[in-house]
């Protein structure tokens, strides 16, 4: 158990409005993940954190944005949903080498009407 | 350009058969990771292993094998005497260098194992 929780777990809201997703870990690691999953695509990378206020993108971040004011919260968010953000979310950390495995939250599923 | 790909897209085997799933990857990278990772129908994402580059020795841990070859790029891995237990999607993923020291894993598309009583 890596420590990590997703919030909230499934979430269903209408076009246009905006939706922050929270990562929470315990265990002060560095690097922190959001990654979406999609049928046919695995899943993809939308922002990372390396530290505090420490913020980049990944390959699929436009709609997105993320932001880190604790070492222990990740925040994801859909400044005006579409349909297209319909997608399961995972949150993930790395402990220790920026290169090692990634542990994953449980996801929060994420409908977009 | 990073890649990776499970060309399997489904497998369905009867229980105690032997099933290997298939990880193909591009990387220009000298020095890289290669990752799998399970995800049961419950819908969590289970690390199974990490291999680095420079080590080609094959893994063995119970029933779970894996078969690094950078000659063929490949990263294979194969499930002995199959359970229910073992139906789920096999994730097969890539570390990739994206911006200072982070690591960011590529990922394949999957493949959705079926074990079969």
């Known amino acids: 158990d890596a420590g990590i929780t997703q919030s909230p777990r499934h979430k269903v809201t209408e076009t246009g409005t905006p939706v922050t997703l929270r990562c929470h870990q315990t265990e002060n690691h560095r690097y922190m993940y959001w990654y979406r999953q999609d049928p046919g695509h695995g899943l993809r990378l939308i922002h990372y954190?390396?530290?505090?206020?420490?913020?980049d993108k990944g390959e699929v971040s436009d709609g997105y944005s993320v932001s880190r004011s604790k070492t222990e919260d990740f925040l994801l968010t859909l400044e005006s949903a579409t349909s297209s953000q319909t997608s399961v979310y995972f949150c993930?950390?790395?402990?220790?080498?920026?290169?090692?495995?990634?542990?994953f939250g449980p996801g929060t599923r994420l409908t977009v009407t | 350009a990073q890649k990776v790909t499970q060309a399997q897209t489904e497998i369905s085997v009867v229980e105690k058969e032997d099933v290997t799933l298939d990880c193909v990857y591009e990387t220009r990278d000298t020095t890289y990771y290669l990752f799998w990772y399970k995800q049961p129908p419950s819908g969590e994402l289970v690390f199974l292993i990490r291999?680095?580059?420079?080590?080609?020795q094959n893994e063995i841990s119970g029933r779970y094998s894996w078969n690094f070859q950078k000659s063929t790029s490949s990263f294979n891995f194969t499930i002995t005497a199959s359970q229910v237990v073992d139906s789920a999607v096999y994730f097969c993923?890539?570390?990739?260098?994206?911006?200072?020291?982070?690591?960011?894993?590529?990922f394949g598309t999957g493949t959705l194992l079926a074990v079969q009583p």
């Open positions: 954190s390396y530290g505090v206020k420490d913020t």
């Open positions: 993923a890539l570390s990739g260098v994206y911006g200072g020291a982070t690591n960011k894993l590529i």
């Open positions: 993930a950390i790395t402990p220790g080498n920026p290169r090692g495995e990634q542990y």
């Open positions: 291999r680095n580059s420079f080590d080609e």
